[in-house]
Each structure stands twice: as C-alpha cells, then as structure tokens.
C-alpha cells in the first residue's frame, strides 16, 4: 500500500490545484475510465470474497461509532471497496455524493441487509483518517491494519482513487463477479446502477441508447413553460425552433471558472470565424448555446453580456437535467449536437483546442481528417526536444502510447493525440506549445 501511495501521491497532488479548479460543476475523479461502455468485469475466487477483507491480526472492521464488526457479517452481501483519502478533492467531492447514494439505498427496506461499503483507505496518518471516516456511514478496514489495505490495492490493481470497486458474490459463493468501474457507475447512474449486475447494466445502457435514440433540440432545451433562448441585445427571446437543421454547441461555462477564463474568448474567436466560413451557405449554420454554472443573476448577465451566441435563462431546469444528460463532470466544456438534433461528441473544447475552427463541423469524418493531417505532421516533428518550461527531455508520443487526453501543462488546456511527454514525471504538452531550447553537453 505505502509503495502504491508513493508512487501516486506525487502525481496527484501535482494535478489537484487543476482539478481544484477545473471540476467546478460536477468532481472530476482520478480513476480508470472506459473508453465505452463495457464495464470492467472480472472474477476472482468465492474463498477469496471475505478472506481479502481480513488479515492475521483481525477479521473485523470498523463501523462509524467505533465498534467492531465481524467480516463474516458481509457474508451474502454485495461489497463496494472504497479506495480514497481526504487530501485529494476529487475523493472528498465523491464521497459527498456516494453518501447520499448509500443513504438511500438504505433506506429502501429491500435493500438494507443486502449492500455494505467499507472504506480502504489512503489518507498520510491516523488524525487525516479519522477526520475524513468521520463523513462516512458505512465500515472500514482498520487504518493500522496496512496488509489489509495494501492486499487490497495490489489485487483490484489500484492505480487511482477514487475508485470503487463493486464485488457481488454468486449465491454459490464459488465464483465473485468484480466491478471496478464504481465510481462510474454511480456518477451515471446513482442509486439506479444497484445492484451492479450485468443484467441491471445491460438494462441502463439499453435505456440510455432509447434516450439519445429519441433525442431531439426540442425536448434538450425545451420545457412546458419556456421553448425560446435568450439572445442579444437585452436578452431577446429567440424560439428553439430557429435552431432546428443547425450544428449546436452546448457550452456549459460559468464567470466564476478560472479555465474558463481562458477557453471562453478562444471559442468566440472561433465561432465567429466558423460564421463567417458558413456565410452564403443557406444548407448549414452554427450556434452555441450558453448553459450557465453561474452563482447568481447578475453573474450570469455579465457573463452573457460578452458572448455572440444564445444561452438558457439563468436558473431554469433544463441546465442541471442536461448536465445530468450529458454527464458534464468538469467545466469548462463544449458538447456538440449535429443538425439532427443527435450528439456529435462531448469533447467539443479540446477540439476547439486542436483544431480551432477547423474542428467545424465536429463529426467523425471530419476528425478523422484532422488526426490524418496530424499524424503527417508529426512526422516533421523532432522525436524529443527539451522544453524551456520544464527541466527533463520530452519525447513525442502518440495517442494510444502514452498521448491520448492529457492537460498541457503550458496552456493548461486538454488536449488528445500527439503530445510531448516527460517519461520521468509525466509533464505533457501540446507540440504547438512546445518552446525548445537548446541543452548542450555543458547543460
């Protein structure tokens, strides 16, 4: 455990001013992520389901009022492991909403003495582990009982929290179905992932694809009571209708986030320069609509004030359902509707970045150009080069070895194929932004 601890508490801390900063509307999580949706499932041995969660010096763990309960009270049960610590914000913002999650499956009677969550914890000393287990209603294995916890790290291969892991014996107990992507499920899911077998994920995703199946501009932005946009000057209402036929971004921003600060002016240049590429065109347009994480009315107003484009009154729900919809976990962010009303992609803002206005309009083919015309490129590009914003060599490395999404490190902007990257600590930036400097012998 203290290797796996020292190994990541580094990185982490280094990444979690940005993620601070960056998860403004729903926490951003450091863990394993699916590319798609087929969950990370795997077995292991029904002998193995309760003897993991005890060691030679105690076959017990801890509830929230300091007693000690058997192991062998999990039996039959379905187990969440929970792998956190309180200094990393993500964790803490998670287990806020795990919590409420937990409470109320408790409270469905059916469900009460089938579902347990015990805490495994990473936190640096016993006072950072009692403050934060403090927060939690569920058990936890033993601050002092470092073999159990670090077993547990080693066998479910933990190199991120917070990360959840989901063990669901089979009634013969011989076989245990393993879920590691917890934390993912419960972010899309919440209490409706329980009780995290295939069949209930099956059934989600099968109601998710009926969802966007069906999705249409109208019932995205629309309501009973309010089917326009606010538009300029003085907030005009402009009808959702108008936006039919139209490429739309969803831009989900507010005053108050500081990458914001930096994305946002880039996305008017772009946009209005997409515009004017569009000029003359009746077949197609663009349009970005404004979904606002701001505090207050005059917050948003300001804000508003400086964008071309259209946005959602201030407050109204259709902004927390489409966050919900869209599973925005961090903002600034730009998902991107085609013509048909269908989602494009989620990850409009980092092709904003690549490709600036070039990214228009967003769809498969089009990136799949643009990453061609990249790969072409970076064959010109030096194999290493030394960077003046940092200290170690950086190598060119493709997505797929090592640069797939990453932050910049210079612009602190996400980014996604070809990156140059630190191999001793991980430091990634943009080729774009790469400013070589010259390290002779004597260097």
Same mark, same amino acid.
Not at 184 to 188: A, P, T
Not at 378 to 388: M, Y
């Given at each position: +455990?203290? &290797? +796996?601890?020292?190994?990541? @508490?580094?990185? +982490?801390?280094?990444? &979690?001013?940005?993620e601070e900063i960056d998860n403004s509307f729903v926490p951003v999580y450091h863990s394993f992520s699916s590319k798609n949706d087929n969950y990370q499932v795997?077995?292991?041995?029904?002998?193995?389901?309760?003897s993991i969660l005890a060691s030679k010096d105690g076959d017990f763990l801890l509830s929230p009022t300091e007693a000690q309960v058997k192991v062998s009270e999990l039996e039959g049960k379905i187990v969440g492991l929970y792998f956190s610590a309180n200094w990393y914000s993500p964790c803490t913002k998670f287990t806020d909403l795990l919590v409420n999650v937990y409470q109320q499956l408790k409270e469905c009677s059916n469900i009460n003495l089938g579902f347990e969550i015990v805490f !495994?914890?990473? #936190? &640096?000393? $016993?006072?950072?582990?009692?403050t934060y287990r403090s927060s939690m209603p569920w058990l936890a294995i033993p601050y002092s009982d470092l073999e159990t916890r670090r077993g547990l790290t080693q066998k479910f291969d933990v190199e991120g929290i917070p990360c959840l892991v989901i063990l669901q014996p089979n009634d013969n107990k011989i076989d245990a179905a393993v879920i590691k992507d917890g934390v &993912?499920? !419960?972010?899309?899911y919440g209490v409706e992932a329980f009780p995290f077998t295939k069949e209930r994920l099956e059934e989600l995703r099968e109601k998710e694809k009926e969802k966007y199946d069906n999705q249409t501009l109208s019932n995205l932005l629309t309501h009973d009571a309010r089917d326009y946009l606010l538009g300029h000057p003085s907030h005009k209402q402009v009808p959702v209708a108008s936006l039919m036929g139209k490429t739309v971004g969803l831009y989900f921003s507010a005053q108050w986030c500081i990458p914001a600060k930096k994305f946002t002016p880039r996305l008017i240049s772009v946009y209005k320069k997409i515009k004017q590429q569009l000029e003359g065109k009746e077949d197609e347009d663009f349009e970005i609509v404004f979904v606002s994480s701001d505090r207050d009315q005059v917050e948003f107003a300001t804000y508003f004030e400086a964008m071309p484009w259209l946005a959602i009154p201030f407050g109204d729900p259709k902004i927390k359902a489409l966050a919900k919809y869209f599973d925005i976990r961090g903002i600034p962010s730009l998902v991107v509707l085609g013509p048909d009303g269908k989602t494009v992609t989620k990850q409009g803002r980092s092709l904003i970045n690549l490709y600036?206005?070039?990214?228009?309009?967003?769809?498969?083919?089009? !990136?799949? @150009?643009?990453?061609?015309? +990249? #790969?072409? $490129?970076?064959?010109?590009?030096?194999?290493?080069?030394?960077?003046?914003?940092?200290r170690h060599e950086l190598t060119l490395v493709p997505e797929g070895h090592g640069g797939g999404a990453f932050i910049c490190c210079d612009c602190d902007e996400q980014g996604y194929g070809w990156a140059y990257q630190c191999l001793e600590c991980g430091y990634e930036v943009h080729p774009k932004c790469v400013k070589p400097v010259d390290r002779g012998p004597d260097n």
């Open positions: +455990m203290e &290797e +796996m601890e020292k190994k990541n @508490i580094t990185s +982490m801390k280094e990444d &979690e001013e940005e795997a077995s292991g041995s029904g002998g193995d389901y309760l !495994v914890s990473s #936190d &640096e000393d $016993l006072n950072a582990f009692n &993912e499920l !419960v972010y899309r600036k206005e070039n990214a228009y309009p967003f769809t498969k083919t089009r !990136v799949g @150009i643009l990453e061609k015309q +990249m #790969d072409e $490129l970076a064959k010109g590009l030096p194999k290493t080069e030394f960077h003046s914003g940092h």
